[in-house]
């Protein structure tokens, strides 16, 4: 992600700008019922990632982001089908143990939190893939985070790419001796890796004690390009547009009714 | 030469250890020096390094750093690091940050330097490495070569005045390795003591002043090389082998009943003892700055064409970077092999360096031949 970062086209721009303006977004989009706000801050953060990425996404991070959206789904699916049987039902039915009941209010509570989620996945990444590690951890250092955290932040993520790549280097000698010649030696040559990763990264800790150590480490870790501080255009924007949001969604609360949407197709009478 | 570091019998086991990986130890570096620490795998070189740095305290015996004890405190160890950098073997282990500047900027940094101070040093530092186009690079994205590269740019850039380098030269090229060792000839010109633990016992053979031997945790031997490895059955015991130069002289001088001493080092000196040569070929050494080494080859070489020509030293390597040179690496002994041969050359090297050339050509001299050298 970190190398993501350093490519982006916002890798300039401040991190405490970003995380406020990010963090703005989500927020009002949690404080409104109307679905419309988190519509809208979803299509800023696909905008904003589209412009940071330049549309070059690693495949792994859009893997990544497609198994969160299915998650969602899944999620947002079993809050639609688990309705309040006080509200006339859409859809009733009994699928082997298990009672489907649908409302029209569950049915939009579902697409409501099914957008809240995107959106935050979007500005997440979004703001995570323009600021690398280290311009966060300084960023950080600047809200009285302390430092303890900031370092095990900085350290943890570190070390968790060059595990990463002991494990895929682990992964690959198992293939050179027929590792994966058969399923359970497959799986026996996957429970290897990672048992070896892990001893190593218990062998990693204490050489990189000593190695930070001989590099006169600390305590904290300096950094030779500071990011950009945040301005005041940042807080005005941030705060402007989530206050905009937040009155759109007093307004337009029924303004969106997905169940209504839906009727036709599923049939549903509403 | 003062001493720099001493171990009166340190001994030294890793908690929760049994064995002793240092073993009474007694060592003496001198200031200054060029420093061979050579043993095989496991004899307790690592642990003697981070053990000069601190980071290991030991059970027994005492370490002393310019005469005094090594204070374990917070201060007493910063300012002990503040003059040691270390390079280890595995670059993963010291590389700290996600970019390649501002992980030489690390040590720097922490040294409380200030930012233009750093910059200076870091760029410095990528350039003597080949480093300075992967300056904004993720260090993800480098191979073992260049992390390692990034690694030795991280101690150059604290400007140390003891270099550790434990295997320096390990899973670099053989071009690499050469810039290496022009680096620790640098650092050792501008007084820095450096202490060189390596496998690669025919690079170390060539450089070493003194090799301190390590076998079991202790010290076997300590003074030139040729000591050592003229008692096989120590060099054996001690999991080592000889130099393949120490070998071939040693070897031809047994066959035509010679005098193994002077020992060559290289293979200039291998030639002029072995190669009868006749009339040395004119070497023209012109020392330089980066800023003027331009000038200063376009000067030499307007009335010379077809003289083999070779660069020593990073600064002059990277200022005639677009300029034709037939020998990059390695060049000084390529040259003073030449003017053994007979042929003419022209060596540009890094000014600093001057006391290496005439080193060199009194090796030379000392061997029975007087080389045609001209300085400029």
Redesign the interface.
Known sequence: M??LA?SSRMVNWAPLGKLLFVMCLLVVGLLTDSILVPIITFTIGIIMMAYSTNLKLPLLILVAIGEAILIMVLGSGMISILGDHSQPALWEDTFLWFNIYMTEQSFNTAWLIFFRAIAGVTLMLAFASST???LLSFALKSLRIPNEIIELIV?IY?YA??LL?RFLVMIDAAQCRLGYNGSLTAMKSYAGAMAGTFIFSME?AE??E?????????GT?????EPAKMSIIWVIISFGLAVGLYFLGQYTGDLVNFAKIFAPLFGWDI | MSEIFRLEDVSFTHPGGTRKVLNNMNLTIEEGSRNAILGANGAGKTTLF?TL????KPQEGTVYDHGAPIEYTKDG??NL??D???I?Q?P???I????V??DV???P???GLD?EE??QR?AKALRDVRMTPFA?R?L??LSGGQRKRVAIA?ALA?NPKIMIMDEPTAGLDPQASMEVMELAEKLHLQGVTVLISTHDIDIIYKWADTSDIICDGRIEYSGPAEGFYSDPETVYRCGLLTPSMFNMNRDICALDGMDPAPYPRNSCEFTAKFGNPKKSGRIICVGAEEEDAPAKYEEVMKDLSGVQTGVYGSDVRYALTDKNIDIQFDAMDMCFTGAVEGKDSVLFYDAIYAPTIKEQADRLRKIGFDVDMEVI
């Open positions: 970190d190398e350093y690398p590690i280290p350290l570190r790419f060059l790549e990693l050489k990189s000593a190695a930070l150590a001989c590099r006169n480490y600390n870790f300096p950094i030779f390009r | 981070y740095t601190g980071v290991y160890l910063r690091r503040s040691v950098a270390v280890l595995n993963d282990e010291q700290f940050c996600s970019l500047e501002e900027a690390f040590g940094l922490n040294l930012k750093t910059a870091v904004r993720p993800q994205q991280g604290m």
